[in-house]
């Protein structure tokens, strides 16, 4: 009877369910107790069928906490597909899974935000605006998985949402803000959006670089430029009288933006005297 209830599940059949359970109802509860590593949920949940899982909901409440091999609940995978209604459904049955975490330490959070899909990360933000502070494998928050995903979308939501300064500008293992990881990235819309919203440009990671510097490692002379020129000058980093320092690992240190504008003016004034 346990296959034809994953066959049942498999084809989101809420018929067959209802007659299986009417046969014995006990069913749920030796699928709770067993050693399959997915419950027919976690089936019907990846499948997108909403009808059967809010009769299995209905039914077992219980089953929306289950883990499988990976630890992950039915409310990671909805939340991986992008099931909107599924999650809600998952989430007005019990909000706390929404803490729950898989081997690598995410919660139904950080995918929605890995994954980009905006509409179910509000609805799980919402529900449990705590769970979005959990910090998951290497010291990263969900904002880290956001850029490091290029997610700018789901980025700007959670800021607006937390809209908390110490936690835009926390740091992984390695010292990185959201900030050197755009940069990293070169993701230019990225870099603009943080710097406006008060992300620290001056933080420097455990090797010493600001994002600024990690930037100009890893563009051209050029395109560093047009990104820094791009960005407000609001920081310390951005006075106009200091300018911006990019140092490289080649042992060269780039000069200051105005130093580096006087220099070409007085460039081209040489050029035009000797015409």
Partial sequence: ????????????????LVELLGKDKL???????????????????????LDFVEEILVRKTELAREQDSQSLTPLHLAAAKGYLHIVESLVRVNPEICFVRDKYKRNPLHVAAMKGHVDVLECLVRATLDAAHSVVENGQTILHLCVKHNR????????????????????????????HLAAVDGQTETIIFLTNK?????????????ALGLLAQGQSMERALEIVNSVPQTSENHNPSKGTVFPNNTG????????????????KKVATRYA
């Fill in 1 to 16: 009877m346990d296959s034809e209830l994953y066959e049942a599940a498999v084809e989101g059949n809420v018929r067959s």
């Fill in 27 to 49: 069913l749920l509860d030796r699928i709770m107790t067993g050693n399959r590593n997915e419950t027919p949920l976690h089936v019907a949940t990846m499948l997108g069928h």
């Fill in 152 to 179: 700018l979308e789901a980025l700007k939501l959670l800021i607006d949402i937390l809209g908390d300064d110490q936690f835009i500008n926390s740091r992984d293992e390695d010292g990185n803000t959201i900030l």
């Fill in 198 to 210: 008060g992300v620290d440009p001056n933080i420097t990671n455990s090797k010493g670089f600001t």
């Fill in 252 to 267: 060269t240190t780039f000069l200051p933006l105005t130093k580096k504008r006087d220099q070409e003016g007085r460039k």
